[in-house]
């Protein structure tokens, strides 16, 4: 690839690449300013080659629509990007295109493109959006990549929402020096709206319209030597499907534990047949048909977990999806206990987004595209009828079975363990003339609840043989320890769970915080003192005063409250022992020097696959 020049709209430079630009540029990277006008900007870099210029020009005129057809992207709104109107209407209450006469044939001259491209043959477009992003290790993911590629597949990506060009610009360079022939494309924008959804909607604008399925990459996802044959075997093997979602894992050494609760999902909640014949998107390692992106009218920023939005939207029009308990890539965990909190916070948040408008925005879904028929359709199609309907609640719970894989529903408990307690310790300080004793009866309420809980999550641990682990650790099952290791792990996202989903009922908005990667130098008490402070700690408070009230020595001793009480204390305790091991401070401080020795690591590309 070659990065030509920068242009600019207002203080923003976005690198453009293969000039001249051909159809799958067509309205993606068309600006308020310079482009579209007579003279380019002051501040442009073009205005020493205006041949370059003119030459971009003309090929966005011809191969795109007519002048007066074109749809621009600029900055509006304080320098942000508002993207792609012929893919995204954000005045969409769902964050969906109503895609009107003009946007559709824009859309349909990106379709008419896969006319060039053989059916049987399989093109890839890897997708990479990054956020202020350390340059070191996207750049190894995209040697990775260019490990595994087949000659006519792209690498597009698109660094926004970040103006450290100390970050941004050693990736530009790096792209600038690969030769043309890897097709890599590399583009950068100060301010993208919409979250990580307008960055990929931009992506899909500026895309080869040749390729004909999409492969999203988080940056820190290297790909394994066999990712590319085992996604064309994938795409063959499910031809007409409109999304295949391969598993996600990690590469740290020293954080097993850590791995064991996250491979859970794909482990367990995906890996069941019902679930894994109709997966959502996980977002790393989705491969997505482009045709069938397009015509839902591009990626939804209705919600912070815009993979599963999508993969609800997909299913509402009638599209098919597959898990493939294949593991092709490795990612990197979160650096800090913090920042996995609110990793695992965001996706709560976002999947309870999806499921407060679950039944508002999508229809019931089928594996064809019509709505549920009429009670009044005649007895010949009553069977039809039946099957098309057990599909559809077949569907839903699949979709509430991923969705609520992070959530619990004790909130409603700790929330009336917090007020009985209140209300016990008011009467103890006023001496109310109450019978205490009949507000013990709201804490046995409390404690099934909560036993409740424990047990469903540890009998789905304990089944947990963790086939797709095996897949990288020699054919062994994980023994008993390891899987109860691994419900302590997840008893620390207990609270979480429980209580971060409920903003949503109440319409409140959160923002799309990306997880940084950078690895900072810490010393042993900083390292202890932010796990303290990142722990949650709701739960351990609100049952060691339980103990304490219901004890021998309280009046409103409870045998049964006080053991309950004290098992909830020793196994929050217990969970935040396993947590710390596995972010205390050595595995901090050697993770850097051990990760590059961990046998998933992908070999680097040879020499002669990456010319510079």
Same mark, same amino acid.
């Given at each position: 690839?070659?990065?030509?020049?920068?242009?600019?709209?207002? %203080?923003?430079?976005? @690198?453009?690449?293969?000039?001249?630009?051909?159809?799958?540029?067509?309205?993606?990277?068309?600006?308020?300013?310079?482009?579209?006008?007579?003279?380019?900007?002051?501040?442009?870099?073009?205005?020493?080659d205006k041949s370059d210029f003119n030459a971009l020009r003309g090929n966005l005129s011809k191969y795109a629509v007519p002048k007066t057809g074109l749809y621009k992207v600029g900055l509006y709104k304080n320098r942000t990007l508002k993207g792609n109107?012929?893919?995204?209407?954000?005045?969409?209450?769902?964050?969906?295109?109503?895609?009107?006469?003009?946007?559709? +044939?824009?859309?349909?001259?990106?379709?008419?493109?896969?006319?060039?491209?053989?059916?049987?043959?399989?093109?890839?477009?890897?997708?990479?959006?990054?956020?202020?992003?350390?340059? +070191?290790?996207?750049?190894?993911?995209?040697?990775?990549?260019?490990?595994?590629?087949?000659?006519?597949?792209?690498?597009?990506?698109?660094?926004?929402?970040?103006?450290?060009?100390?970050?941004?610009?050693?990736?530009?360079?790096?792209c600038a020096s690969l030769d043309a022939r890897h097709n890599v494309h590399f583009y950068h924008i100060d301010s993208v709206a919409g979250f990580k959804a307008g960055a990929l909607n931009l992506a899909l604008g500026l895309m080869d319209p040749n390729?004909?399925?999409?492969?999203?990459?988080?940056?820190?996802?290297?790909?394994?030597?066999?990712?590319?044959?085992?996604?064309?075997?994938?795409?063959?093997?499910?031809?007409?499907?409109?999304?295949?979602?391969?598993?996600?894992?990690?590469?740290?050494?020293?954080?097993?534990?850590?791995?064991?609760?996250?491979?859970?999902? @794909?482990?367990?909640?995906?890996?069941?047949? @019902?679930?894994?014949?109709?997966?959502?998107?996980?977002?790393?390692?989705?491969?997505?048909r482009r045709r069938a992106l397009l015509d839902l009218g591009g990626w939804s920023s209705a919600s912070i977990t815009e993979d599963a939005q999508m993969g609800v939207l997909m299913h509402s029009r009638g599209l098919r999806s597959q898990f493939i308990?294949?593991?092709?890539?490795?990612?990197?965990? =979160?650096?800090?206990?913090?920042?996995?909190?609110?990793?695992?916070?965001?996706?709560?948040?976002?999947?309870?987004?999806?499921?407060?408008?679950?039944?508002?925005?999508?229809?019931?879904?089928?594996?064809?595209?019509?709505?549920?028929?009429?009670?009044?359709?005649?007895?010949?199609?009553?069977?039809?009828?039946?099957?098309?309907?057990?599909?559809?609640?077949?569907?839903?719970?699949?979709? !509430?079975?991923?969705?609520?894989?992070?959530?619990?529903?004790?909130?409603?408990?700790?929330?009336?363990?917090?007020?009985?307690?209140?209300?016990?310790?008011?009467? !103890?300080?006023?001496?109310?003339?109450?019978?205490?004793?009949?507000?013990?009866?709201?804490?046995?309420?409390?404690?099934?609840?909560?036993?409740?809980?424990?047990?469903?999550?540890?009998?789905?641990?304990?089944?947990?043989?963790? =086939?797709?682990?095996?897949?990288?650790?020699?054919?062994?099952?994980?023994?008993?320890?390891?899987?109860?290791?691994?419900?302590?792990?997840?008893?620390?996202?207990?609270?979480?769970?429980?209580?971060?989903?409920?903003?949503?009922?109440?319409?409140?908005?959160? /923002?799309?915080?990306?997880?940084?990667?950078?690895?900072?130098?810490?010393?042993?008490?900083?390292?202890?003192?932010?796990?303290?402070?990142?722990?949650?700690?709701?739960?351990?408070?609100?049952?060691?005063?339980?103990?304490?009230?219901?004890?021998?020595?309280?009046?409103?001793?409870?045998?049964?409250?006080?053991?309950?009480?004290?098992?909830?204390?020793?196994?929050?305790?217990?969970?935040?022992?396993?947590?710390?091991?596995?972010?205390?401070?050595?595995? %901090?401080?050697?993770?850097?020097?051990?990760?590059?020795?961990?046998?998933?690591?992908?070999?680097? /590309?040879?020499?002669?696959?990456?010319?510079?």
């Amino acid at each position: 690839m070659t990065v030509h020049k920068g242009v600019h709209t207002g %203080i923003s430079s976005i @690198f453009l690449s293969s000039i001249p630009v051909m159809r799958n540029r067509l309205n993606a990277y068309l600006f308020s300013d310079g482009i579209l006008s007579d003279q380019t900007p002051n501040d442009s870099t073009l205005s020493d080659d205006k041949s370059d210029f003119n030459a971009l020009r003309g090929n966005l005129s011809k191969y795109a629509v007519p002048k007066t057809g074109l749809y621009k992207v600029g900055l509006y709104k304080n320098r942000t990007l508002k993207g792609n109107r012929a893919l995204k209407d954000y005045s969409d209450i769902d964050g969906y295109a109503g895609i009107k006469d003009h946007a559709r +044939e824009a859309i349909n001259i990106h379709m008419d493109c896969r006319d060039h491209t053989s059916k049987n043959s399989v093109r890839l477009s890897f997708q990479l959006m990054t956020c202020a992003e350390p340059a +070191e290790m996207v750049i190894e993911t995209i040697k990775s990549l260019l490990a595994i590629k087949a000659g006519d597949d792209e690498i597009l990506i698109v660094d926004n929402n970040n103006t450290q060009t100390t970050l941004y610009k050693p990736l530009a360079q790096f792209c600038a020096s690969l030769d043309a022939r890897h097709n890599v494309h590399f583009y950068h924008i100060d301010s993208v709206a919409g979250f990580k959804a307008g960055a990929l909607n931009l992506a899909l604008g500026l895309m080869d319209p040749n390729c004909s399925h999409i492969v999203v990459v988080d940056s820190d996802y290297q790909a394994l030597p066999k990712a590319r044959t085992s996604i064309a075997n994938a795409i063959e093997r499910y031809p007409t499907h409109a999304l295949l979602q391969f598993p996600q894992f990690y590469r740290d050494a020293g954080r097993v534990d850590i791995h064991s609760e996250l491979n859970h999902y @794909f482990n367990h909640h995906l890996y069941r047949p @019902f679930n894994r014949k109709r997966a959502l998107s996980t977002g790393t390692y989705a491969v997505i048909r482009r045709r069938a992106l397009l015509d839902l009218g591009g990626w939804s920023s209705a919600s912070i977990t815009e993979d599963a939005q999508m993969g609800v939207l997909m299913h509402s029009r009638g599209l098919r999806s597959q898990f493939i308990p294949e593991v092709i890539a490795t990612g990197l965990l =979160p650096t800090t206990l913090h920042d996995l909190m609110s990793q695992r916070q965001r996706w709560i948040y976002g999947n309870m987004q999806v499921l407060n408008t679950y039944f508002s925005t999508a229809t019931f879904f089928s594996t064809g595209s019509s709505n549920l028929p009429s009670t009044s359709l005649p007895a010949t199609n009553l069977s039809a009828t039946k099957k098309k309907l057990s599909e559809r609640l077949a569907y839903t719970r699949a979709h !509430l079975s991923q969705l609520s894989a992070w959530v619990n529903f004790t909130g409603i408990f700790i929330v009336l363990q917090l007020v009985t307690l209140l209300m016990i310790i008011a009467a !103890l300080l006023f001496t109310a003339s109450l019978n205490l004793h009949d507000f013990l009866a709201l804490l046995y309420i409390v404690y099934a609840s909560y036993a409740i809980f424990l047990v469903r999550r540890l009998w789905a641990y304990m089944k947990d043989g963790a =086939p797709l682990n095996q897949q990288t650790n020699n054919g062994a099952a994980p023994s008993v320890a390891r899987r109860l290791r691994a419900w302590a792990v997840h008893l620390n996202f207990w609270e979480l769970g429980a209580l971060s989903w409920w903003p949503v009922l109440w319409g409140q908005e959160k /923002p799309f915080i990306c997880t940084p990667k950078q690895q900072c130098v810490r010393t042993r008490k900083s390292v202890y003192v932010a796990n303290l402070i990142a722990l949650p700690k709701l739960l351990l408070t609100l049952n060691v005063i339980t103990a304490i009230i219901v004890s021998p020595f309280s009046p409103l001793y409870s045998p049964l409250l006080f053991g309950c009480a004290m098992v909830v204390c020793l196994l929050k305790l217990w969970a935040a022992k396993v947590m710390v091991a596995n972010y205390g401070y050595e595995k %901090i401080s050697i993770e850097n020097k051990v990760v590059a020795d961990n046998h998933l690591v992908v070999k680097k /590309p040879s020499q002669s696959r990456v010319t510079t």
